[in-house]
Each structure stands twice: as structure tokens, then as C-alpha cells.
T-cell receptor, first 116, second 114 residues
Framework: DTAVSQTPKYLVTQMGNDKSIKCEQN?????MYWYKQDSKKFLKIMFS???????INETVPNRFSPKSPDKAHLNLHINSLELGDSAVYFC???????????????FGAGTRLSVL | AQKITQTQPGMFVQEKEAVTLDCTYD???????LFWYKQPSSGEMIFLIY??????QNATEGRYSLNFQKARKSANLVISASQLGDSAMYFC???????????FGPGTSLSVIP
């Protein structure tokens, strides 16, 4: 049973297309995240949701829109894809709460997006 | 300002030897957590070890230990008895109590030589 699963694993698409990445966690966590890892392996947070509520929205183009239908799911929709969007996108989850700084984030396997 | 610094972009270690991966951090929060993750060539992010700012003892998990020096703001990862499967990128990360996000360092690429 995969704790944090994201689909698809690979996504190859043309510039200008719209695509979605889905993420589900079965850990009972309250908080879910999207990260982007660029070609230099730098990992940067994009969004986080706590119990379906948007908590963090970093400086990300508004072509990226997260959606959390329930606390176990966090999807990422990307409109009008650009070459610079090519990266690995990771979903993660953790417990929330007052002691959140102690909580481990568990990651999905990543989605490698290639925009041609 | 960079909050997490990993000064070693690449490291080599002989199989069965110990290796230390450096991490320094910057925070003014009294409460924070420090994490290390491993990313092998297959791409997944694997949690290795956690150290809390108030923990009196250094964290250990099997062959991994965290050399936590709070006054120096360093949280170095020590891997004992390196194995070929330890070859990977290693990321140091921090979560402050006042910010609901984890900040990652740039990573260190470790290669274990047989």
C-alpha cells in the first residue's frame, strides 16, 4: 500500500496544453504539499493545503492551480504549459497541528513533466 | 538569505567507510525541526532522520546519525559503514515553528566507491 501516490509518473506534452497531476495519501495526514524540483535538483515548495484549505501559495504563476477535494487528495492543474515548466513535481503529506515543525513529510514518487 | 546551506555539492566515500555530510541552517525561531532526506537515482524522496531543536541527544537511525550542534547551527548527517546503495543525493531540510513549510538545502551528491 503506497502511502503517498501520485499519477502519472511521466508526463510528456506540447507547449500550450493543459495537464493535471493527481495525488492521494492514505496516511490520515492533515496537510498536503506540492513541490517542484528543477534540473539542478533544487526543491521548492509551491503550495500547501491543510484540511482542504490553502495555507501556502508561493510565488507560482497563476497557470498552476491546486485543488483539494478532501484532505486525502491534492491535485495540481497546469494551464498553457511552457518549456520552463519541465521539472519533477512532488506531492507530500504530513500531520498538521501545533507541533507541525516536528512532523515528517512523506513524499510521493514524483511526476516527471517534460514540455516539448 | 539562504536558510539551509550544504557546502559540499559532491562527495566520494570508500565502501565501508563513514562519511559526514554538512548542513548549516539559519533561523531565529526557538523551535524548529531538522530533517535529512535521501534521493536515489530512481527519484523518490526518502526520509532518513529527524532532530528537534529541543532534543538533548543527537538523533540516530540505524547507520544514520545526526551531529547536531545548536550553537553553531549545524546538523551534519553521519553515515557509518557506507554501502553502494548509499549513493544518492542527500537533502537537509528545516521546518520552523512560525512557518508552515519545509525549506530544503541544495543537496549533496554522494558517491560510494567499491
Amino acid at each position: 500500500d503506497t502511502a503517498v501516490s501520485q499519477t502519472p509518473k511521466y508526463l510528456v506534452t506540447q507547449m500550450g496544453n493543459d495537464k493535471s497531476i493527481k495525488c492521494e495519501q492514505n496516511l490520515g495526514h492533515d496537510t498536503m504539499y506540492w513541490y517542484k524540483q528543477d534540473s539542478k535538483k533544487f526543491l521548492k515548495i509551491m503550495f500547501s493545503y491543510n484540511n482542504k484549505e490553502l495555507i501556502i501559495n508561493e510565488t507560482v504563476p497563476n497557470r498552476f492551480s491546486p485543488k483539494s477535494p478532501d484532505k486525502a487528495h491534492l491535485n495540481l492543474h497546469i494551464n498553457s504549459l511552457e518549456l520552463g515548466d519541465s521539472a519533477v513535481y512532488f506531492c507530500a503529506s504530513s500531520l498538521g497541528g501545533d507541533r507541525a515543525f516536528k512532523n515528517i513529510q512523506y513524499f510521493g514518487a514524483g511526476t516527471r513533466l517534460s514540455v516539448l | 538569505a539562504q536558510k539551509i546551506t550544504q557546502t559540499q555539492p559532491g562527495m566520494f566515500v570508500q565502501e565501508k567507510e563513514a562519511v559526514t555530510l554538512d548542513c548549516t541552517y539559519d533561523t531565529s525561531d526557538p523551535s524548529y525541526g531538522l530533517f535529512w532526506y535521501k534521493q536515489p537515482s530512481s527519484g523518490e524522496m526518502i526520509f532518513l532522520i529527524y532532530q528537534g531543536s529541543y532534543d538533548q541527544q543527537n538523533a540516530t537511525e540505524g547507520r544514520y546519525s545526526l551531529n547536531f550542534q545548536k550553537a553553531r547551527k549545524s546538523a551534519n548527517l553521519v553515515i557509518s559503514a557506507s554501502q553502494l546503495g548509499d549513493s544518492a543525493m542527500y537533502f537537509c531540510a528545516m521546518r520552523e515553528v512560525s512557518y508552515d513549510k519545509v525549506i530544503f538545502g541544495p543537496g549533496t551528491s554522494l558517491s560510494v566507491i567499491p
